[in-house]
């Protein structure tokens, strides 16, 4: 059961780069969630799609951008990294359809990211 | 003032003690979960409640829906329950599900 995958699980840039994380649930999970965890501030949402074909913006989504590629995947993309972005990010999907949700929420392993 | 804050922040206990960590919330909500991270790693649900009273083997969790309260509580601990604990609640209404998250816990047992 390979549940929502993160690719990759490391990687350093440098500030300026572009990058783009890659999440892919297997469980037919219609919403996404990209979040970042930083020491001191816990887990805060960046973008979210409630469904397919549809996104929304989270408690901290400056510098990044996402796209709902299909109900399978959600790529989160920061276009020119700063420093200031370099966090563990996860990726997590649950069955809720819209609305209010009582559904578990399940997470992939984790991105670590470095901003030099 | 956070949404929702965990208490304690840290907490070290010995192998074999009863652990509480505790969950409290400002807003209503629809539903309140209790996460894991171990180390280095992943995150794990280990429960989703709305209210009453969930057991899974040595963890049990509780809500208080009136309180705004919740707690975790872990018998008989063992050195493998070291790693941070985080509640969560979605808001009610109209929330897609998102997560509003606490601090976290981060406990130690040692043997």
């Known amino acids: 059961n390979a549940g929502v995958t993160q690719t990759p699980k490391f990687q350093v840039l440098k500030t300026g780069q572009s990058m783009t994380l890659q999440c892919a649930q297997d469980?037919?999970?219609?919403?996404m969630y990209w979040y970042r965890q930083d020491p001191g501030m816990g887990l805060r949402l960046i973008y979210y799609?409630?469904?397919?074909?549809?996104?929304d913006k989270g408690e901290v989504p400056n510098g990044y951008n996402v796209s709902r590629l299909n109900k399978r995947e959600f790529s989160l993309r920061l276009e020119s990294a700063a420093p200031s972005q370099t966090s563990v990010y996860f990726c997590?999907?649950?069955?809720?359809?819209?609305?209010?949700?009582?559904?578990?929420?399940?997470f992939g392993d984790g991105t670590r990211l470095s901003i030099l | 003032k956070n949404e929702v804050e965990q208490s304690p922040q840290n907490l070290t206990a010995q192998e074999g003690e009863f652990i509480t960590i505790n969950c409290s919330y400002s807003?209503?909500?629809?539903?309140l979960h209790w996460l894991q991270q171990h180390p280095g790693g992943g995150i794990v649900s280990l429960f989703m409640?709305?209210?009453g009273k969930k057991k899974h083997g040595r963890l049990i969790a509780t809500i208080n829906i009136q309180e705004k309260h919740s707690s975790l509580h872990i018998t008989a601990s063992h050195p493998r329950d070291s790693a941070v604990y985080i509640c969560?609640?979605?808001?009610?209404?109209?929330?897609?599900?998102?997560?509003?998250f606490g601090q976290g816990t981060i406990l130690t047992v040692h043997p």
């Open positions: 997590a999907s649950t069955r809720s359809t819209s609305g209010t949700s009582n559904q578990p929420q399940h």
């Open positions: 969560a609640v979605i808001a009610g209404g109209t929330s897609y599900g998102k997560l509003t």
């Open positions: 799609s409630a469904s397919e074909g549809t996104t």
């Open positions: 469980m037919n999970h219609n919403s």
């Open positions: 807003v209503g909500i629809s539903a």
């Open positions: 409640l709305s209210s």
